[in-house]
């Protein structure tokens, strides 16, 4: 009985938490200078895959906009500027002022927006640096981009895999500095923000001490609880999918409609299972290994099966006409939610190795990487990884 009434009071601290949240409204005001007025603004909530618009405005004809924000849940949502920039902010109980430059005015448009900063208080100090480190990450993929595909006198495969090598760099990169703000950061709230960037066992011990720190303040606080359940869930998620697990089923139909395939279809064979989209710049540039893979590998029992998550269907069938891929093609439903919270993935192009039994063997190979996975098993024999040699 007191276990009974003990569960009860703190589920009742939990609804007057809620209810004190729910009470609190916040304003987030601005300025657009250059206003596209095709489009509001927009507070945007994603959960997952989910993408909800909670609130929407018209930019008054001197550029200025303002929301009332209601907050019920405290969190990390978007504002969207009229479709041509975002950003993330912490919402709870900080009023904000974030203004925008807007529509690119040059002659030749690119939605490459320039960085968006939060006026606000601590908990959006924390998202600043957030937002500052992905803008800064994404400005320097498309510069080694750039430069790497000018170099003269190295063809494109050779071009894709030093390309893979700074992208690798530039993600160790980004997590080192995401463990530096959840290390000085811990006393803010919006440190949540920060703590999905942190994964795998190395970051396992740093992420429950900023959980203890949090819970030592504020135990019964909802996005806390929240993240952690949802992290239990992820960790759930993850040990089905590791390696050696079966391969969770689906089925799509083929492009005529006459049949629906899932990798469940294609089991005695090796399967590469590729999750790509039309409108995915690296996915395109990894069609020609895949295509050089099948030319390998297609008559020593391996099958090729791509799944597209693309939510426009005439740009998915248009893309599978250039890029004449000849293997089993389907597409996704709902521009593929689903099927990423299945597999758990959320970047393309996105390809798995699947034993004859339907278990998975690897995740995420592009490159060498996947025709080397698939000449040891097709041969039977674990690749031998070359020792470097000792200096005297």
Known sequence: MRKFLSVMFVACMVMLTSSVFAQKTITIKGKVKFPYNRFNMEIVERQGFDKTVLDSCKVN????????????????????????????????????????????????KIKNPPYVYINGGPNNEVMNLMNWDG??????????????????????????????????????????????????YADRNSVLAVLPALRGEEDEALVEQVLARLEKVNPNYAPLLRFKADRAEA???????????????FSFPTPDGKKQLGPQDFKGKILVLDFWASWCGPCRAEIPHLKEAYKEYS????????????????????????????????CAPKAGKDVMKQYQFS??????????????????????????????????????????????
């Open 61 to 108: 004809a001197d550029g200025t906009y303002e929301f009332k924000m209601k907050v019920d849940k405290p969190g990390v949502y978007t504002l969207d500027c009229q479709k041509w920039q975002s950003v993330s902010f912490w919402a709870e109980d900080e009023d904000l002022e974030i203004n925008f430059r807007g529509e690119d005015t040059a002659r030749i």
């Open 135 to 184: 803008y800064r990450g994404y400005q320097l993929m498309i510069g080694i981009s750039q430069g790497v595909y000018r170099i003269p006198g190295i063809d494109d495969a050779a071009k894709q895999e030093v390309s893979g090598k700074f992208y690798d760099m530039l993600g160790d990169e980004s997590r080192a500095r995401a463990r530096f703000l959840a290390e000085h």
């Open 235 to 249: 960790k759930a998620q993850k040990e089905r999918l590791a390696e050696g697990k079966m391969a969770p089923e």
């Open 299 to 330: 008559n020593k029992g391996v099958v090729f099966f791509s799944v597209s998550i693309d939510k426009d269907d005439a740009a998915w069938r248009k893309a599978m006409k250039e890029e004449n891929m000849p293997w089993a093609q389907v």
């Open 347 to 392: 970047g393309i192009p996105y390809i798995l190795v699947i034993d004859k039994e339907g278990r998975i063997v690897a995740k995420n190979l592009r490159g060498k990487a996947l025709t080397d996975k698939l000449a040891e098993l097709v041969s039977g024999k674990k690749k031998s990884v070359a020792m470097p040699a000792m200096g005297m």
